[in-house]
């Protein structure tokens, strides 16, 4: 290409974001993708038998976010609330959500009153030892580990904090033909300013000076352009040199991997299960259970797979399972095959049906593992006590020829989303249009 201003490496949502912006800015704009689709952890499935969309990665939008629902109203992509009752699966009893965790109160008065940044799981020990918090102990590290797909060891508990004083529990919502409706409203609208999109394009070795940048595919394609803009995911830019995906920098910039590698960058494994029927709203589960579940939107559990969702509020017969944390990093070697065989276990436990049965009643199964995937590497960010030292340095551009975008660089309090992926990559735009 001649006359490139910006070449950006990731078309997920925080490079389509850039691009669509600095394309409609009048900027010349390459952006290379090492996938053969776009939207990165955005993956929209056509699934099952009745072909209706599935969600193998980001699938709702919680709370009223501003830069997700503008692009959404925008785009005219209806968006509809996805908000259903939770229970919880404790003791072979099913429990309405909303019970107190014993020791609850305690809990949060004590985490408000922390002075020092540490780790959740210091915090626990310091504070709540013994064997008379074991419950509450179990509870935290399953949010902590389910919710943000951290691990308690590194997760600051300042962050957690924040997050859990900003809980928008009511407001959550799907996208109405799946996320990718957005990924491909963004591509268009970068494609029609004039940008150009290319797929398998496995970018490696980054050669730059002061405005002037060479991006060098895995198969020797080069790129040339005035400045470059990283946004691919943070998992990728803590990996080690060498492996599929990883970028090499020439001059180096060690200085800012190293501070990359101090952010967490979470792991998880989806299991997408669709069945002949909703088996959990049936007669014979109400009288197993004893209560009605037919309106049942989140169930969690101590199984395996401890995190269960249907997708009410429309009656669908898929039931998407969610194990993050240092249970699913635990698992980069376990099989798809060997994903489903725990899935089915857990939830044959839970429900009391047979597994021989449920391998009948499966009509469709997908497993992802986003921790094993090359252009990923994990699931989405979360603060170590170290987090903010490191902002400090990462949310500038390098010698203003090297710009990052991605969630992991969102400093607001709905991290770890598609909000904050779109955010961070209109900063990017932003940031490298004033470099001019």
Avoid at 183 to 204: D, P, R, T, W
Wanted: proline share 3%; charged share 20%.
């Amino acid at each position: 290409m001649e006359n490139t201003d910006v070449i950006i490496i990731g078309g997920g949502a925080a490079g389509l974001m850039a691009a669509r912006t600095l394309a409609k800015a009048g900027k010349n704009v390459v952006l290379l993708e090492g996938r053969n689709r776009l939207g990165g952890r955005i993956h929209t499935l056509e699934h099952g038998t009745s072909l209706q969309p599935a969600e193998l990665g980001a699938e709702f939008i919680h709370g009223d976010l501003p830069v997700t629902q503008s692009l959404l109203n925008e785009a005219d992509i209806k968006y509809t609330p996805a908000s259903a009752s939770m229970w919880r699966y404790d003791d072979g009893k099913f429990i309405a959500e909303g019970h107190v965790i014993e020791h609850w109160d305690e809990f949060l008065e004590r985490i408000m009153q922390l002075k020092n940044d540490m780790s959740m799981e210091a915090f626990m020990q310091q504070e709540f030892s013994g064997e008379r918090y074991e419950g509450l102990r179990e509870s935290v590290r399953a949010y902590v580990s389910g919710y943000d797909n951290a691990d308690p060891k590194k997760a600051s508990a300042f962050s957690i904090r924040k997050e859990w004083q900003n809980e928008h529990e009511d407001a959550q919502y799907r996208v109405e033909g799946g996320y990718c409706m957005l990924i491909s409203y963004l591509a268009n609208e970068f494609k029609q300013a004039g940008g150009h999109i290319y797929l398998n394009a496995v970018a490696k070795d980054i050669d730059w000076g002061q405005h002037h940048v060479t991006v060098s595919t895995d198969i020797g394609i080069t790129y040339q352009a005035r400045q470059l803009l990283v946004a691919v995911p943070l998992g990728i830019l803590q990996a080690e040199a060498g492996l599929k995906g990883t970028l090499s920098f020439d001059p180096p910039v060690d200085y800012y991997i190293n501070a990359l590698k101090s952010l967490g960058f979470g792991a998880v494994i989806k299991v997408l299960l669709e069945f002949d029927d909703a088996f959990w709203c049936s007669d014979e589960t109400r009288q197993m259970a004893g209560v009605n579940l037919e309106d049942m939107g989140f169930l969690f559990s101590k199984e395996t797979i401890p995190v269960w969702w249907t997708q009410m509020p429309v009656h669908r017969p898929l039931l998407t399972g969610w194990l993050g944390g240092p249970p699913a990093a635990a698992r980069l070697n376990t099989s798809d095959e060997d994903m489903l065989i725990e899935a089915l276990g857990s939830i044959s436990n839970i429900f009391k049906i047979d597994i021989a049965k449920l391998k009948e009643k499966l009509l469709t199964w997908n497993v992802i593992n986003w921790t094993v995937d090359p252009f990923c590497r994990g699931s989405y960010s979360y603060d170590t006590t170290e987090t903010a030292e490191a902002r400090k340095i990462i949310s500038h551009p390098i010698g203003d020829t090297l710009f990052f975008a991605g969630e992991y660089l969102y400093e607001g309090t709905a991290m770890g989303t598609v909000e904050a992926a779109l955010t961070s990559g209109l900063r990017a735009a932003e940031m490298l249009l004033d470099y001019e």
